[in-house]
């Protein structure tokens, strides 16, 4: 199976970063950009919106770069570090040899 992680069309569009969210993150966004909605509709202040999409625009970005299936495992990594778990750890010595092999240093 391909990680087939559609393109972020327009960073900006609502539709564009829901669609590139996955998992918990797209329900996350749809309840906030939601209720961030609803009180703009009331107040006429979009700066709950406009954060909302910032934020998750970021998040969308972070998705894309890494890919969905990447994504989606360093969410469980962090789901299983909050439920007190213990996951393999890679000191940062290891993770610069490892970048300076790849460099060719």
């Not at 509709?41 to 709950?48: F, M, P, Q, S, V």
């Amino acid at each position: 199976m391909t990680d087939a992680t559609p393109a972020l069309s327009s960073a900006h569009t609502p539709r564009a970063i829901r669609d590139a969210l996955v998992g918990t993150e797209r329900a996350e966004f749809e309840t906030r950009y939601a209720e961030e909605m609803g009180r703009a509709a009331r107040t006429l202040d979009l700066t709950g919106v406009l954060e909302v999409i910032d934020t998750f625009r970021k998040i969308a970005e972070i998705t894309q770069r890494q890919g969905e299936q990447a994504h989606r495992m360093m969410l469980e990594r962090a789901a299983q570090l909050e439920r007190g778990e213990q996951v393999p750890i890679v000191s940062g010595s290891v993770h610069k040899a490892e970048i300076d092999a790849r460099l060719r240093r």
